[in-house]
Structure formats: C-alpha cells, structure tokens
C-alpha cells in the first residue's frame, strides 16, 4: 500500500504546479487547466485521508468537488468564447480594458 | 436499491424545512426559465422584475418562518446568526432587481436569465450564511460566485462587461482552488473524519504536534480563499476591475448581498470552527483587516471614476467588518458586524441608484459628472451627500453608529493598533467622499436636469430616509439587533 506521505507529496506537487502555473503562464484556457490541476490535488488529499482514516466522508467530498469543478470550466469556456469574439484574443495580457 | 432511494428521500425530507427559502428560490428560479419565459414577448421582458421582487418577498416571510436547527449531516444550521445575514442579503438582492428595471430596459437587455440568475446566487448566499461544514462553505460560495461571475459579463456585446467577468472568473476560480486545498488539508489535520465546524473546533484542539503544519497551512489557506471572496487586501485585485466593467446594478449587488454572506461564513468559519486554534489566524487576519482599511481608502482617493471609488471604499469596509470577526467573541461580534452590514447595504444600495440614475443619462460613470448636481437635482444632490457622508462614517449620521460599535468592540478586546488604523483611514475616506460633494455643490452644472424613473426617486428617498431615521434612533439600533435576531 502506497503510504499516506507519499500521497500528500504527489498532492502537494500538483497543487504547486497548478499555482505556478496560474502565476506565469497568460494564456487563459492553460490558467483554467492550472485550476483545475489545483482542484484535483486538494481531491487526492481528500481521498488520501478518508482512506488513511476509514471515513467515506472525503470520498464524498471529492464527488461533489468534480462536479462543481465542471460547472465552473462550463461557466469558464462561455466566458473565454465570449471573450474571443470580442477582442480575437485569450491572452490574460491582452485583457486591459480596464486598469487594475 | 429502492431501500436506498428511500432512505435517501426520507433523509432530505426530514431536513428540508430547514432550507425552504433556498428550496424556493431555485424551484420558483428554475421555473421562471420554463416555462415561465414562454408567457412574456421580447417587449415585456420587464415585468420579470416586480415578479422576483414579489418572490423575494415571500423568501422573506419563509426566511422568519424557518425554526432553529442543524440539518443534513450538520451541513446546514438555522439560528440567529443565519436568520439576520439570510435577510440582508435578501434586502441587498431586492435593490439590485429594483434598480436594474431601467437600466436594463435603456440597454434593451431585459432577459429572464438575468433575474433568475439572481435568484439562484442568492440561493446561494441563503445556503452560505447558515453552512456549519467546511464543505457546504465551499459549494455555497461556488453557486453564489458562479451565477455573479455570469452575471458580471451580462452584456456580452461590451468589451468591458466580458472583460470584468472574465477577470472575475479567473481569480475567483483560483482562491475556489485555495480554499478547497486548504479545507483538505483541515480535514486531514482533525483526522479524516469531519470538517463540521463544531467538531473541528474540538479535533483541532486535540491534534498531534506533528500536524501542527498542517492545520497552519491548512487555516491560512481558507483564510486567502475567503478572503479573495470578500475582497480583502492583498486579495482585493480583481474587484476594481469587476465592479467597473458590470453593469451597475450587479456592481451594487457584488458590494452588498455576496458581501453579507461572506461575512457571515467568516464569523462561522473562524469564530466556530477555528476558534480553538485562533493564535495561528489572529495575526494574518489582522494584518489583511488593517491592510485592507490602509490600502482601500488611499487608493480611493486618485479615483476618478465613481465605481472604482465605490469599490475602494467596499474594500476599506470589508476591513472594518473584520475586526468583527476578528473580535473573539462570537455573539456581539456577529452582532456589530450585522448592523454595520444593515446599514453599509442601505447606503451603498443608495448611492448606486444615483449613480444609476445619472448613467441613465449617459453620465455618472466619472466623479466629474457628479458637477453641479446640488443645482440640477438638488434632492439627489442631497440624498447624495447623506449616503456618502454616512458611508465616511461622520456623525451623527447611521455610519457613525455601525463603526462606533465595532470599534468599541475591537477596543474592548485588546486591537487597540488596529483601531486606530481604522480611525485614521476613516479621516482620509472623509476626504474623498467630501471630494463628490464637493464636485456636486461648489461646481457649476453642465447640460439640462431630466425627470427620474419611479423605482429610482423610490429607492433614493427610501434609502435616504432609512440613513436619517437610524441616525435619530442611532444609539439603539444594536439592541433592536439583538432583540430581532438574537432571541
């Protein structure tokens, strides 16, 4: 059996990737695949727990968190085609109407 | 199998009175986009409008109906607390839907969509100020954000709309990955077993030294994660932008219903869950409060447009409101926050129906538009000059009364530095409030004075005499508070 630490080890990359990259890369569509990739290591966490522990609770919660994860890539790839048409761009950079 | 399905259904049966109001809201939402849309041609798209009025209305009464108690797995918890937060958010939804009339119409954007989207985030709010489970925080905060972030982007034929959302989303999607990592992380420090928020208080209590890192990591993460929600500093970036780039109307909602309902996971989140491990998120907590009072209201000042003012100023008093939370104690910190909430809706939902009503006309997206308004409008102009007035918080104006509690509060337990960071900053957003007042009365006018719509002149005088009438029963308010709520 794999060990619990190892697991948190795998989590823990993913979850860094997924930050860095949200952090450096501009383009939008690779930002919401960092998100994503953030999303899955929190639910390895939760699986990893929940089986270190004998409770199905995280199992549970790592369902639901999927599913809350399509809706917001469905939310997400509306926004970004809207964008599109708009400004014939997905470049973060180049989203500068407004300064922030 | 159908021993299953009916265990399943007589488990939600048993709680759902609980939820009647959000169980409501999204039957009543879902049925407004079929087959409710089929009844209104292209032309009278607009009577959606008094009909979610009416719906909120009744979410309202069954908001008052719904007795005290814990439901579904203890993901939901019906009580004071839940009950007051649930009707600011309710109030701060009606005035959005009573200011979009116009604007919509104007815009000739009058969809279903618009108002049932609405209705759905506010299903969510209602679910996030009663959530007792990590869990349900986060589901909640998610319905909630991704009906706003839709809603920012609403008019998909302006750049800027598309732009806001787009941006909104982003950051929004990024602390969702925060907060979830870091509700993981809690739920392995308090041993895999739960993430209910009384239970943790007393696991995390309980937890090995080895796990102390995780539990660290595992709170300031939540912290970051709800703290990109309410838009505190250093989390605040993506609110300028949004509030600017939305229609007017969602940007009075982002400022007011979502705001409530945060705070209320806020006070829950770390005046339940984590209030036996308080020593690890004091301090982060206070330098974010104290950060967002210092850097929102200096940013507000070189502002010149009105929206990005208003969103400033939104951050400055999202970091009033967590010195509420920070304040340890449960019941009067929950309390001075929702005042300050009560009042802090009735005066931003005031000053966005003047700016809405002047960008009726085309104007009142830059401050300099506000020029010589005391002579073209002079009731606006003086409704105008209360709302910003009572949003810097000067007395004797209702403003007044919401800070002093809570800064009474935080004094009382020990924040003295951060008082008086508050009191300061509230000395500089004199200025700038002043600096509109200014532009309306010592300028002189440009351009001809137009009449005003109905649901406007309403809001603004409503809005007004609700500022002047708290400001005579000012020193009252907290007990009416605790008497309609607390009992």
């Not at chain 1, 998100?35 to 966490?45: C, D, G, P, Y």
Request: net charge neutral; glycine share 8%.
């Amino acid at each position: 059996m794999v060990s619990l630490n190892a697991v948190l080890l795998v989590s823990f990359l993913l979850f860094s990737i997924g930050i860095i990259g949200v952090l450096i890369r501009r383009n939008a569509l690779v930002i919401l695949m960092c998100v994503e990739l953030m999303l899955n290591a929190a639910n390895l966490n939760f699986i990893a727990f929940a089986r270190h522990s004998g409770s199905a609770s995280g199992q549970a919660f790592a369902l639901l968190v999927m599913g809350f994860a399509a809706a917001e890539v469905a939310v997400g790839l509306a926004l970004v085609v809207a964008l599109y048409r708009k400004r014939d761009t997905v470049q973060v950079d180049d989203i500068n109407l407004l300064k922030g | 199998m159908t021993g299953f399905a009916q265990g399943l259904l007589s488990a939600l049966l048993r709680d759902a009175h609980l939820m009647a109001p959000q169980l409501f809201l999204m039957t009543v939402a879902t049925l407004m986009l079929w087959p409710g849309d089929l009844f209104f041609n292209r032309n009278e798209k607009h009577k959606w409008a008094p009909i979610t009025l009416v719906i909120l209305a009744i979410t309202a009464v069954l908001v008052t109906r719904v007795p005290d108690g814990e439901g579904f797995s203890r993901m939901f918890r019906m009580d004071g607390l839940t009950r007051g937060f649930q009707m600011l958010c309710l109030l701060g939804a009606a005035g959005t839907v009573a200011l979009s009339v116009r604007l919509l119409d104007s815009l000739k954007q009058q969809t279903v969509e618009y108002y049932a989207l609405i209705l759905f985030s506010l299903a969510g709010m209602l679910f996030l100020c009663g959530a007792s489970d990590l869990i349900s925080v986060y589901f909640s905060i998610e319905l909630m954000a991704i009906c706003i972030y839709i809603l920012v982007a609403y008019l998909r034929d302006r750049a800027t709309s598309v732009e806001a959302g787009m941006k909104y989303f982003l950051l929004g999607a990024f602390s969702s990955g925060i907060l979830v990592y870091g509700i993981s992380l809690i739920y392995g420090a308090a041993g895999g077993v739960t993430t209910n928020l009384a239970d943790l208080n007393l696991a995390l209590a309980l937890t090995p030294t080895t796990s102390n890192l995780l539990v660290y990591t595992g709170v300031l993460m939540v912290l970051v994660g709800m703290a990109f929600k309410v838009a505190a500093v250093p989390f605040h970036m993506w609110s300028p932008d949004a509030y600017e780039g939305a229609p007017t109307p969602i940007t009075a909602f982002m400022a007011t219903a979502p705001k409530a309902a945060a705070m209320a996971a806020f006070l829950r989140v770390f005046g339940t869950g984590f209030h036996g491990v308080s020593s690890e998120w004091v301090l982060p907590l206070s330098y974010v409060a104290g950060a967002s009072m210092i850097l929102g209201n200096v940013a507000a000042v070189r502002q010149e447009s009105m929206k990005r003012l208003l969103a400033y100023s939104s951050i400055a008093h999202v970091g009033y409101m967590l010195l509420g939370v920070l304040s340890g104690d449960p019941k009067a910190g929950a309390q001075a926050v929702w005042l300050y909430m009560l009042i802090y809706i009735v005066m931003n939902t005031g000053a966005f129906a003047v700016v809405i009503y002047l960008q009726g006309k085309g104007e009142g997206e830059r401050i300099e538009d506000f020029k010589g308004l005391g002579r073209k409008h002079p009731v606006l102009a003086f409704a105008m000059m209360v709302f910003l007035l009572s949003l810097a918080g000067i007395p004797p104006l209702v403003g007044f009364f919401g800070k002093f509690y809570l800064f009474k509060l935080a004094i009382e337990q020990g924040f003295v530095t951060l008082t008086v960071i508050a009191l300061l900053t509230s000395a500089v957003s004199a200025y700038y409030y002043l600096g509109v007042v200014k532009e309306m009365y010592f300028k002189e006018p440009e351009g001809e004075a137009a009449p005003m719509g109905a649901a406007q002149v309403f809001i603004v005088t409503l809005a007004c005499a609700l500022v002047l009438v708290g400001t005579a029963f000012g020193p009252w308010l907290l007990d009416w508070a605790d008497k309609i709520f607390w009992v």
